[in-house]
């Protein structure tokens, strides 16, 4: 992993004596000098500002974890830690880097994944700090309004375990189904008891939902698939998970980190920024209700 950066920052340097050399070509090369001289000296200084720090390595996803650790990268700082984060595309590999140690934590999940994973793949990987939950919302298909629903109408959830059940659940919470007794998140459409619109269930993959808006009456997505399709969740959805529900408690996104290092200093110091006031209105001003800060 750490060869493949490097590779990748060498072609971004390569780039840019490409594109230096594209400017000497076209005007003076006493100013590309000049450039590359401030540049050299500005990755300098750069360097020299961090040089003091103490470095956290985050392994995250993309939305809207890396995003939120840019905006704590500052505040850690001037606690004197350099938080460094890299991007992962995969819910694999985040969990495998913090196991190995080269990785100090990792953002991106929820407990019930953590547990599963733990026991999957033999890790040791913990939970040091709850930080925010992505709520699922109803969003309009062919109608706009709960008020619309008719006999036989069709709803698109997701066909995995947890977020299937997280979907039922809210469309229970909306007064369109009933499901038995007790069976909370681990609940299917096979546990619905009473469907007085007789609904029909398309179960898609979760990222594929969204796609089918235009096919069904209503979709029921979580919070990083509906960012990903420009959903606001306070603006666009029809209802969504309230903060107290079964599902905000269980499903809130964590620091993960390898057993024994939760109390660590510079991972207390992640976490209590990350818990921030500052944060928090972070999150609120950026993602509309798509991203919820976890209180407790």
């Known amino acids: 992993m750490k060869n493949n950066l490097l590779k990748k920052i060498t072609s971004v340097s390569l780039a840019g004596v490409v594109l230096a050399g594209a400017l000497v070509g076209c005007g003076s090369s006493d100013a590309a000098a000049d450039t590359s001289s401030e540049e050299t000296t500005e990755s300098t200084e750069a360097a020299e500002s961090t040089a003091d720090l103490e470095p956290i390595t985050v392994a995250a996803s993309a939305t809207p974890h890396a995003e939120i650790l840019e905006a704590a990268k500052p505040l850690l700082a001037e606690q004197g830690y350099d938080l460094q984060v890299t991007v992962f595309e ?23 994944y953590l547990d599963s994973f733990n026991e999957e793949h033999g890790t040791h990987l913990v939970d040091a700090g709850d930080i925010h939950y992505e709520p699922f919302g109803i969003y309009p298909g062919t109608k706009s309004s709960l008020d619309d629903v008719e006999d036989g109408d069709v709803v698109a959830i997701p066909n995995d375990t947890t977020n299937e059940a997280r979907a039922l659940l809210l469309l229970q919470d909306n007064g369109l189904l009933t499901l038995k007794d007790g069976v909370g998140l681990e609940a299917t459409v096979n546990d619905i008891t009473e469907n007085p619109y007789n609904l029909e269930f398309q179960e898609l993959e979760a990222a594929q939902v969204a796609r089918v808006v235009g096919e069904v009456a209503y979709v029921v997505l979580n919070g990083n698939y509906a960012l990903e399709a420009g959903y606001s969740v306070s603006k666009d959805s029809i209802a969504y998970e309230s903060s107290d529900s079964v599902a905000a408690e269980t499903y809130v996104n964590i620091i993960a980190v390898y057993e024994g290092h939760e109390n660590d200093e510079k991972i207390q110091a992640l976490v209590s920024v990350l818990k921030s006031d500052e944060i928090k209105k972070f999150i609120e001003d950026t993602y509309d209700g798509a991203v919820v800060f976890y209180e407790k």
């Open 90 to 112: 995969d819910y694999v590999q985040p969990n495998e880097v913090v196991e190995s140690g080269d990785f100090d934590a990792n953002y991106f999940q929820h407990v019930p």
